[in-house]
């Protein structure tokens, strides 16, 4: 199964599903980010905002309008020099009153700006520090002006929580979306087993080892399982329509052909004698396609399966007794496991390619006819040698001829070799003959191999 072709099932589920997945948890890692960021940076700002209205409450002016903290702020941080936690008051007219930590640096607030009810911005810090800064102007009891009062906190440890959560949502989210869509991936594969199942199902029929598909698949794929038995058995009726037609034809064909030849027999005459030849090869003829048609017939059928090794050795014994006389012995060998030997096809045209080509080895041996069988991968090789003359190269052609005969002096139709090749191509297998290491003649026969 390719499953990174674009017409398969598989990807379009899972691509489609794990897409949606994939920019659902990136919606959903946004938002939490955004959420806990929004969520962050309001509790720093109440913060600043504690911070600020502590700094008014301990704040005074005395009697010269000189404005001091009757108290430390609470927090250590701010008595440290650029701890990244700041305070400063500034007015116009004086110089501004701050903390220890801001040690000589001025937070340089505009002043030019009322701010009665505050405002919170971002802003570089001394030592470079991003600062988070909160001002606001404040009218002390006893003061003749204004201060503007700044609270500043330095926001690396803000975005050092923000960072962590999203480096923690990132892999959180990144580790339920590898093992969803991994769950997903096996959810598609399981669901498409039942296709797999028809698959195998449907190899077997091809194979011979059933002859239609079980009844056992879901309910959504049971109907297609149905519709491929309906239309195996809707083939083996028109196959087996044919091979009635084809006998009918046959038999409605040879009695007049019959009638004809006699009839020509009786007289003597040239032009009779030319009938009768013609009425002969016609015979012939008729005979070489009908054989190949009923031969295509069965073919067509899906599900047949022949063990090989029984047909030969029946076929051995058929042969020993019609060549006793000439004392021909017939030698099996078997180069492959005997269960493996299984011929896609049906007995009757496995015998009758094994028999042509025993026969025809027979009738040229002088001692020995050597059959061999071995099967590799998906094809069976059938070998079959004799110790005769032979022939040479360029003449194989010839005796695959239909009604061509190699030597008249030998008897036959010349029909045999043909119906042979005409039969193996039918099954998409091969025929080839080679010298034999005997000298004699090599027919190596290729078919398809079951199981």
Excluded at 342 to 350: I, N
């Amino acid at each position: 199964m390719k499953l990174f072709d674009r017409r398969s099932l598989w990807l379009r589920l899972t691509s489609v599903s794990i897409i949606f997945m994939l920019l659902a948890l990136a919606a959903g890692g946004y938002l939490l980010s955004r959420s806990f960021r929004q969520t962050v940076e309001q509790n720093f700002d109440d913060q600043l905002n504690a911070l600020m209205t502590n700094l008014i409450s301990i704040s005074s002016v005395d009697d010269q309008g000189v404005i001091s903290l009757t108290r430390s702020m609470l927090d250590p941080r701010f008595e440290q020099a650029y701890s990244g936690w700041y305070w400063q008051i500034s007015s116009v007219d004086e110089l501004p009153f701050r903390s220890r930590s801001l040690w000589d640096y001025d937070l340089a607030p505009q002043l030019s700006l009322t701010l009665p009810a505050g405002r919170v911005m971002n802003m570089a810090g001394p030592e470079g520090q991003a600062i988070r800064i909160l001002e606001q102007d404040i009218a002390l009891p006893g003061a003749a002006q204004l201060y503007r009062y700044s609270v500043a906190v330095d926001r690396s440890e803000l975005q050092t929580q923000i960072r962590q959560f999203d480096r923690t949502v990132f892999w959180s989210l990144g580790l339920l979306g590898a093992g969803l869509a991994s769950l997903l991936t096996l959810q598609v594969i399981y669901g498409l087993r039942p296709l797999g199942r028809v698959r195998s199902a449907l190899a077997d029929v091809r194979s011979g080892k059933v002859s239609r598909l079980p009844d056992n698949f879901p309910s959504e794929v049971q109907p297609l399982a149905t519709e491929l038995n309906a239309l195996l058995a809707h083939n083996h009726e028109v196959m087996e329509r044919a091979r009635i037609q084809v006998g009918n034809l046959a038999h409605a064909l040879k009695t007049p052909l019959a009638i004809i030849g006699n009839e020509a027999q009786i007289g003597d005459g040239p032009e009779l004698k030319t009938v009768q030849q013609q009425a002969d090869i016609m015979r012939r003829q008729i005979d070489h396609y009908l054989k190949r048609a009923r031969m295509a017939a069965r073919v067509q059928v899906i599900g047949n399966a022949t063990r090989i090794m029984p047909c030969i050795m029946d076929l051995k014994r058929a042969m020993s007794v019609i060549y006793k006389s000439r004392k021909l012995t017939f030698d099996v060998k078997i180069l492959s496991d005997e269960d493996s030997l299984v011929f896609s096809g049906e007995k009757q045209d496995l015998e009758e390619m094994i028999g042509n080509l025993l026969e025809n080895a027979a009738k040229w041996a002088t001692q020995k006819v050597v059959v061999s069988a071995r099967r590799e991968q998906e094809q069976c090789f059938i070998i079959i040698e004799d110790d005769g003359p032979g022939i040479d190269a360029d003449v194989v052609d010839a005796v695959f001829a239909r009604g061509e005969r190699f030597d008249d002096t030998v008897p036959g139709t010349g029909l045999g070799l043909g119906i042979v090749r005409d039969l193996v191509r039918l099954y998409g297998g091969d025929i080839a003959l080679n010298k034999a290491e005997s000298g004699g003649l090599q027919a190596v026969l290729t078919l398809p191999a079951s199981y």
